[in-house]
């Protein structure tokens, strides 16, 4: 395993974090039991992975801190996320958030209990739009800094939007304000949209960068591949096969090692339920990085890109 600083919070985290959002909820969304999500979990801390994602509406939390409980594993840096949205408004991305502190409060009191932890290593704002993060920063901000105070959060970010906030209109400008310690993005070879909009002024004022969702989307099979490079006009799965390499690889291991050559990033998050994928995801992150020349040729061919593709329509 290969360890980085998360940005300027001092954490020593790994390159590869295991994410226990997205699809797969550590297996949960597929009928995963506590056993199962225990060994997962029990994997990940084998391979070497010392960072941990979730949020409290994963639902993964209780199986994390009984797994770290177990095992004695109180040096595993954890985040987790509190949603302040009202379900019911979809993907409207003008929605305001609630800004009621007690809300805020009750989701890190109740991360606290399910995580069985004194204190939330990383807790950031979840899915935040543009159009509210002013709002975050005079209402919900002050709310997680008094929680810091009383030493119940160690450090505070925000996680995007991506499926609406394709050029990262609020990552961007909450990066160059330098009021928050880290970022999560999106961020792959069919949206590098990073690269000039969050990146830059993240590494300017020190916030932390985590990628999710490097392979989401296009890069799990070929399948979904040829559909995304259908939509965009740009040819087929056979165009990039030779990025594979030899002996060949998949398509998810070539995202993985796309999103590890971004010296912008400080963590990739592999979400899978499967001890297996997490392996491989592992693998291609820590591994022989991606040959220069190839991500020139994907930088050439869908540097522009900016994640549209990705989402439903």
Not at 175 to 180: K, N, Q, R, V
């Amino acid at each position: 395993m290969h360890y980085t600083t998360l940005g300027r919070t001092g954490l020593r985290v790994s390159r590869v974090g295991l994410g226990a959002g997205g699809p797969s909820r550590l297996g949960r969304s597929r009928d995963a039991t506590l056993d199962d999500m225990d060994r997962l979990i029990g994997r990940a801390l084998d391979l070497g992975v010392n960072f941990i994602d979730t949020a409290r509406t994963y639902g993964t939390e209780d199986a994390i801190g009984r797994a770290l409980q177990a095992r004695g594993a109180a040096d595993v840096i954890v985040a987790t996320k509190a949603w302040m949205y009202d379900m019911a408004d979809g993907e409207n991305p003008e929605r305001k958030p609630d800004t009621d502190p007690r809300l805020v409060i009750d989701s890190v009191e109740g991360s606290l209990r399910d995580l069985r932890r004194d204190r939330i290593d990383l807790f950031q704002y979840h899915g935040v739009g543009p159009a509210a993060l002013d709002i975050f920063v005079e209402r919900l901000l002050p709310v997680a800094e008094r929680l810091r105070e009383q030493g119940k959060v160690r450090f505070i970010g925000l996680t995007e939007q991506p499926m609406f906030d394709y050029p990262q209109q609020m990552a961007t400008p909450a990066c160059a304000s330098g009021l928050w310690d880290s970022v999560m993005v999106q961020y792959g070879i069919f949206d590098q949209a990073g690269d000039t909009c969050a990146f830059p002024p993240a590494r300017a004022n020190g916030a932390g960068v985590i990628c999710m969702s490097a392979a989401r989307g296009a890069l799990v099979s070929e399948e979904a591949l040829a559909r995304t490079l259908a939509k965009l006009d740009a040819g087929t799965p056979d165009d990039l096969r030779f990025l594979l390499g030899e002996p060949p690889g998949t398509w998810a291991e070539l995202a993985f090692r796309f999103a590890a050559a971004c010296d912008g990033i400080d963590v990739v998050l592999v979400g899978t339920g499967d001890p297996g994928h997490l392996e491989a995801g592992a693998r291609a992150i820590t591994g022989p990085p991606l040959p220069p020349e190839h991500r020139t040729w994907l930088r050439n061919r869908f540097g522009d890109c900016r994640g549209e593709a990705l989402w439903p329509e």
